[in-house]
């Protein structure tokens, strides 16, 4: 061993003395010839190693570059299939059951359409031409404020012609961001950033255009058109499937739902037919309308026999007119039932959506102050809730509702916000009391942010989760309580609400006039529901499958 020792001593000596001798990256490189007692174990080298005895040693460009090539690998086997948000557990917890699924799909194509209402029913006609005069009406009375009087119904209209392929285009563009290969979070973060810049300006086109609009004058194209063809004009009408708008009225009262469309014979034809003045060309006509009980189906052989300017001079004239089916019926005031309860989509959904979203925010608010600052905050703000959840509710929104002299829908969105607001502060202080010990918000308040912040932007995100469960079901409840307030004679009456259908069809006792809009109501109210009870089903660890 001291033999041993005295050796390395002189070869560092050696070394000392001749630097020029030392070891280069180039010896260091080199195989060290080891003594047989001294190989390397094959155990302990990697698979496929060489195991003669001989090693390797190397320096710090080779480390750099297995450093690199391991990162390398470590990122591609990462890819964003296994970069897994919390939002993707929850949508894929919620996609597993098929009930919800399938429910949110049943409220896509609700709000689907309402967006496009105008499309399928509208008296004004996408293209217009009489003598070689073209223009586009129904493009023109989306915004025009004597056809579309609620604003309710212009920002659909926006969301239709503006809204939509916006949206399309913002699809194309995050998908294309995939396509380049743009890692999922990144991606989402653009998508959310430029998801806000795309909402922001549809609300500030909304105010501006309500600021701006004004009403044209109002024409019957339909009208027009066989005062056109009477006297010999060329005239071509292109219109959506039901030439019905909500607010046309003119219709044979509390008639049952038809699926066909019809000549109907008016009074001044009945007369001319008493009295044996009606013309020879349209006395056969008439006789045969009254004898088919005043309405024959257009397809019907007494019809189709008779020349087409025979029926536009006849409808002219006001002898008859072209009648189209009613699907639903008719209600009291001679209006189409499913082209009312069609626009009233917009209302409930919107009434559902802002007023929610109104008590929403008052309890978010409330409750948060009241969970991170305990103390008086908390006693001050509990008694408020107490207070407020004493008072009968809906007695408060129908004497409130009572006291104004012409209720709009925003009058109602407004009521409803101001009124339900407690449960969510409830819950959102109960989720602080729980959150605002953790260790995160302690290393937040140790970073100096300040109060704002450490509410908003670190608690709230995690004690959200309840209060979407909440106003999911409040869309549901809101569109209940509107249809009641409209049941009563409270609600818009410039509005077509389905529970003003439901008060006529009640005062009436027409059952089409009940059927329809109360199957309207548990539809969209069921709907809501599932959704509520699958996303609490998604975000409860407890229940995830």
């Given at each position: 061993?001291?033999?041993?020792?005295?050796?390395?001593?002189?070869?560092?000596?050696?070394?000392?003395k001749d630097p020029s001798e030392s070891p280069t990256d180039a010896d260091v490189r080199a195989p060290l010839?080891?003594?047989?007692?001294?190989?390397?174990?094959?155990?302990?080298?990697?698979?496929?190693?060489?195991?003669?005895?001989?090693?390797?040693?190397?320096?710090?460009?080779?480390?750099?570059?297995?450093?690199?090539?391991?990162?390398?690998?470590?990122?591609?086997?990462?890819?964003?299939?296994?970069?897994?948000?919390?939002?993707?557990?929850?949508?894929?917890?919620?996609?597993?059951?098929?009930?919800?699924?399938?429910?949110?799909?049943?409220?896509?194509?609700?709000?689907?359409?309402?967006?496009?209402?105008?499309?399928?029913?509208?008296?004004?006609?996408?293209?217009?031409?009489?003598?070689?005069?073209?223009?586009?009406?129904?493009?023109?009375?989306?915004?025009?404020?004597?056809?579309?009087?609620?604003?309710?119904?212009?920002?659909?209209?926006?969301?239709?012609?503006?809204?939509?392929?916006?949206?399309?285009?913002?699809?194309?563009?995050?998908?294309?961001?995939?396509?380049?290969?743009?890692?999922?979070?990144?991606?989402?973060?653009?998508?959310?950033?430029?998801?806000?810049?795309?909402?922001?300006?549809?609300?500030?086109?909304?105010?501006?255009?309500?600021?701006?609009?004004?009403?044209?004058?109002?024409?019957?194209?339909?009208?027009?058109?066989?005062?056109?063809?009477?006297?010999?004009?060329?005239?071509?009408?292109?219109?959506?499937?039901?030439?019905?708008?909500?607010?046309?009225?003119?219709?044979?009262?509390?008639?049952?739902?038809?699926?066909?469309?019809?000549?109907?014979?008016?009074?001044?034809?009945?007369?001319?037919?008493?009295?044996?003045?009606?013309?020879?060309?349209?006395?056969?006509?008439?006789?045969?309308?009254?004898?088919?009980?005043?309405?024959?189906?257009?397809?019907?052989?007494?019809?189709?026999?008779?020349?087409?300017?025979?029926?536009?001079?006849?409808?002219?004239?006001?002898?008859?007119?072209?009648?189209?089916?009613?699907?639903?019926?008719?209600?009291?005031?001679?209006?189409?039932?499913?082209?009312?309860?069609?626009?009233?989509?917009?209302?409930?959904?919107?009434?559902?959506?802002?007023?929610?979203?109104?008590?929403?925010?008052?309890?978010?608010?409330?409750?948060?102050?009241?969970?991170?600052?305990?103390?008086?905050?908390?006693?001050?703000?509990?008694?408020?809730?107490?207070?407020?959840?004493?008072?009968?509710?809906?007695?408060?929104?129908?004497?409130?509702?009572?006291?104004?002299?012409?209720?709009?829908?925003?009058?109602?969105?407004?009521?409803?916000?101001?009124?339900?607001?407690?449960?969510?502060?409830?819950?959102?202080?109960?989720?602080?009391?729980?959150?605002?010990?953790?260790?995160?918000?302690?290393?937040?308040?140790?970073?100096?942010?300040?109060?704002?912040?450490?509410?908003?932007?670190?608690?709230?995100?995690?004690?959200?989760?309840?209060?979407?469960?909440?106003?999911?079901?409040?869309?549901?409840?809101?569109?209940?309580?509107?249809?009641?307030?409209?049941?009563?004679?409270?609600?818009?009456?410039?509005?077509?609400?389905?529970?003003?259908?439901?008060?006529?069809?009640?005062?009436?006792?027409?059952?089409?006039?009940?059927?329809?809009?109360?199957?309207?109501?548990?539809?969209?109210?069921?709907?809501?529901?599932?959704?509520?009870?699958?996303?609490?089903?998604?975000?409860?660890?407890?229940?995830?499958?």
């Amino acid at each position: 061993m001291s033999d041993k020792h005295d050796r390395d001593e002189a070869e560092a000596a050696k070394a000392e003395k001749d630097p020029s001798e030392s070891p280069t990256d180039a010896d260091v490189r080199a195989p060290l010839d080891l003594e047989p007692d001294e190989s390397i174990g094959g155990d302990l080298l990697p698979e496929g190693a060489s195991t003669t005895g001989k090693v390797s040693v190397m320096v710090v460009g080779d480390i750099e570059a297995e450093l690199t090539a391991l990162l390398e690998a470590d990122s591609a086997a990462t890819n964003d299939d296994n970069d897994l948000t919390y939002g993707d557990i929850v949508w894929t917890q919620f996609k597993k059951n098929r009930v919800a699924y399938i429910s949110l799909w049943g409220l896509g194509v609700l709000f689907s359409l309402a967006t496009f209402a105008p499309a399928l029913a509208s008296t004004r006609p996408f293209f217009w031409s009489l003598d070689g005069a073209t223009s586009l009406p129904w493009l023109a009375s989306l915004f025009d404020r004597n056809f579309f009087e609620n604003p309710v119904d212009l920002f659909f209209n926006l969301l239709m012609i503006v809204g939509a392929p916006l949206l399309l285009a913002w699809i194309v563009r995050i998908r294309g961001f995939a396509k380049k290969g743009m890692r999922k979070r990144p991606r989402r973060r653009q998508m959310v950033k430029e998801g806000r810049y795309l909402a922001g300006g549809l609300v500030a086109l909304f105010v501006v255009l309500l600021m701006t609009l004004d009403g044209s004058e109002y024409r019957q194209y339909p009208v027009e058109e066989l005062e056109a063809q009477v006297a010999g004009e060329e005239v071509t009408a292109v219109y959506p499937p039901f030439q019905v708008d909500a607010r046309m009225t003119g219709f044979s009262s509390l008639e049952k739902p038809r699926s066909f469309r019809a000549i109907r014979l008016l009074g001044k034809g009945r007369r001319l037919l008493k009295k044996g003045q009606a013309d020879a060309t349209v006395g056969p006509l008439l006789t045969a309308l009254q004898e088919g009980g005043g309405m024959l189906p257009v397809s019907d052989a007494a019809i189709t026999s008779v020349d087409p300017m025979v029926l536009a001079k006849a409808a002219s004239e006001g002898l008859l007119k072209t009648d189209p089916a009613h699907i639903l019926g008719v209600d009291q005031s001679t209006r189409d039932v499913a082209v009312r309860l069609l626009y009233g989509t917009r209302i409930s959904l919107t009434i559902g959506v802002i007023a929610v979203s109104i008590y929403v925010t008052i309890g978010i608010i409330l409750g948060a102050l009241a969970g991170f600052f305990g103390g008086r905050v908390d006693i001050g703000i509990q008694r408020v809730i107490e207070i407020t959840m004493a008072l009968p509710t809906f007695f408060v929104i129908i004497t409130l509702a009572a006291f104004l002299e012409e209720p709009s829908i925003f009058h109602i969105m407004l009521i409803i916000g101001l009124v339900r607001w407690t449960g969510v502060a409830r819950l959102t202080r109960g989720e602080f009391l729980r959150l605002r010990n953790q260790e995160f918000v302690l290393a937040a308040t140790a970073l100096g942010y300040p109060t704002r912040r450490i509410i908003f932007e670190h608690i709230l995100p995690n004690a959200v989760a309840p209060v979407l469960v909440a106003a999911t079901f409040g869309v549901a409840s809101a569109i209940l309580l509107e249809s009641t307030l409209s049941f009563l004679g409270l609600g818009d009456l410039s509005a077509p609400s389905w529970g003003q259908t439901l008060a006529e069809g009640y005062a009436s006792g027409s059952w089409h006039l009940i059927l329809a809009p109360g199957f309207a109501i548990f539809v969209t109210v069921s709907l809501l529901n599932l959704v509520g009870e699958g996303l609490r089903d998604a975000l409860d660890p407890k229940l995830r499958k």
